[in-house]
């Protein structure tokens, strides 16, 4: 079964400092997309960045990136230049393997991100 | 609409009655998915519908939770006897066509935060 593995329940960080966090997952397929989404207290998801898991490069949105390492099936956001506003909870999530739910994704636990001024 | 629309937006029964959560999907999403937020944990796939496909229900936790999908667009999530550990905020989200790869970005609406007491 796929997993989805946030292991930073809670992050803080200076206002205009970086901060990076952490996922890790499971998946036997060899083809598939990672999301990260955020999480105000609006509740409303709100998509971050996505990668597609054949290109090599790190995707990128602004102050957004993504470290991912296929092989060690890792895939951390790294948040520059942080903002008041980027103070929510963070969900990586992938699909599930070929022949389930198409469309549905696996959510971490979420990483809970303050930014401090 | 402009945006996947949810309501009630908060929702306080007594345990053992009947609830209704809605869900207004972005028009021309033939995507629609239910997901449960318990206090402190990720999303759980609850239900997926796609355009006149039969659901896939794997997420559902009891037979007391059904959802329908009317003409393609919106949906509703019922909770028979509720229980106290029905208390969450269940998520609508809506997509274009479900791809394969898991491509497709899901657009959330803002949930329904439901308390049984």
């Known amino acids: 079964a796929q997993t989805v593995t946030q292991s930073q329940p809670e992050m803080s960080v200076q206002e205009a400092e970086t901060v990076t966090l952490s996922c890790t997952y499971d998946?036997?397929?060899?083809?598939?997309?990672l999301f990260w989404y955020k999480q105000p207290p609006s509740r409303q998801m709100i998509l971050v960045i996505r990668q597609e898991a054949y290109k090599q490069q790190n995707a990128t949105e602004n102050r957004f990136s993504v470290n991912f390492q296929k092989a060690a099936k890792s895939f951390s956001l790294k948040i520059s230049d942080s903002q008041l506003g980027d103070a929510a909870m963070y969900f990586c999530?992938?699909?599930?393997?070929?022949?389930?739910?198409?469309?549905?994704?696996?959510f971490g636990k979420g990483t809970k991100l303050s930014v401090k001024p | 609409g402009a945006g996947v629309s949810q309501s009630p937006s908060n929702k306080v029964t007594e345990k053992g009655k009947d609830v209704e959560l809605r869900c207004d999907p972005i028009s021309g999403h033939t995507a629609l998915y239910w997901y449960r937020q318990s206090l402190g944990q990720g999303l759980e796939f609850l239900i997926y519908?796609?355009?006149?496909?039969?659901?896939?229900k794997s997420g559902l936790p009891s037979d007391r939770f059904s959802a329908e999908r009317t003409g393609g667009s919106v949906s509703t999530l019922t909770i028979q006897r509720t229980q106290q550990e029905d208390s969450a905020v269940y998520l609508c989200?809506?997509?274009?066509?479900?791809?394969?790869?898991?491509?497709?970005?899901?657009?959330f609406g803002a949930g329904s935060r439901l308390t049984v007491l």
């Open positions: 999530a992938l699909p599930p393997n070929y022949g389930g739910s198409q469309g549905n994704l696996i």
């Open positions: 989200a809506s997509s274009l066509a479900s791809r394969s790869s898991g491509a497709n970005v899901l657009t």
């Open positions: 519908f796609q355009g006149n496909s039969a659901p896939d």
């Open positions: 998946t036997s397929e060899s083809d598939y997309y």
